[in-house]
């Protein structure tokens, strides 16, 4: 038997975990000096007003401990196991998780760098519990995650840079992005790494914008917010309209996705259908 594990920002819900029957790694946050774990998305209280109310907070991935105590266990429970991490470009999540698969077993233990975050690494693990379920081997789960992260994309809009200006995970861009003009910019998760992407004035252009990125054979759609859920339903129905073949479902994201990226974002992640 093999167990799918994933690091807390693929921002599954407890309940989609449970029935995909997937193991929870919790990432780490600070705020205001008081260090959390980050849990299942909707599970983490309420952070969003604590980040607006302290702005001294930081994160950091889990430990190479955190992730072997988990592997060990289900070794020890005489199954398999898969960790899907978020991308090496944006932590050194899979740098950890690869060494502790190393120390548990690595026959049995294999360690997929997602190349995404959210709702990317969250389609992922959606499709890699389902080949699990049919019995597909550790190996050729492996190897169908690789291939199948090269489908996978992630646009998104802030309110402002300066929170990934201070995480360090984009370049600068324009100053004036997001502090003038109403204009907000869009950035794209691309082969790991965020990028910038434009800008678009105004939440109507905001969202024409973040369904322009998102690509004619998407064949999953996810969109996720932190904070602020007006442009939801907007999001939604223009890539309804857009991709009408489409399953489009919505969520959250969590506190180390909002320390790094700032509240009020808005993202839309998608997998292309194969061939």
């Known amino acids: 038997m093999t167990v799918l594990a994933v690091d807390s920002t693929a921002y599954l ?9 997937v193991t929870l790694i919790p ?79 690595p026959n049995r233990v294999r360690v997929v760098d997602s190349r995404s975050t959210a709702g990317g690494m969250n389609l992922m693990a959606q499709r890699a519990a389902a080949w699990i ?23 998104f809009s802030v309110k402002n840079m300066d929170a990934l200006r201070r995480s360090g995970r984009v370049g600068m861009v324009r100053q004036s992005v997001g502090t003038i003009l109403n204009l907000r910019p869009i950035l794209l998760c691309t082969d790991g790494a965020v990028i910038s992407d434009g800008v678009a004035r105004g939440q109507q252009e905001q969202v024409r914008a973040l369904a322009a990125r998102v690509p004619e054979d998407a064949g999953q759609v996810m969109i996720q917010h932190i ?24 969520g ?3 506190p180390v996705l909002a320390i790094n990226i700032g509240l009020g974002a808005i993202g839309v992640s998608w997998l292309r259908r194969d061939g």
Request: a negative charge.
């Open 13 to 21: 819900t407890q309940e989609d975990a449970a029935a995909l029957g």
């Open 227 to 250: 904070s602020d859920s007006s442009l939801v339903e907007p999001l939604r129905a223009t890539l309804e309209e857009k991709l009408p073949q489409a399953r489009i479902s919505t």
């Open 133 to 155: 379920q049919e019995g597909v081997p550790l190996g050729e789960l492996e190897r169908r995650l690789l291939a199948l992260r090269e489908r996978v994309g992630i646009a």
């Open 27 to 105: 990432m780490n946050y600070t705020i205001d000096g008081h260090a959390y774990l980050e849990q299942w998305a909707g599970c983490n209280g309420a952070f969003e007003a604590m980040l607006a109310r302290y702005p001294n907070c930081g994160t950091s991935q889990a430990s190479v401990a955190s992730y072997a105590a988990v592997f060990q266990q289900l070794a020890e429970q005489g199954c398999d196991v898969l960790c899907l991490v978020i991308s090496s470009r944006l932590s050194g999540a899979y740098s950890s998780a690869c060494i502790a698969a190393q120390a548990v077993d």
């Open 252 to 254: 959250t994201a969590g």
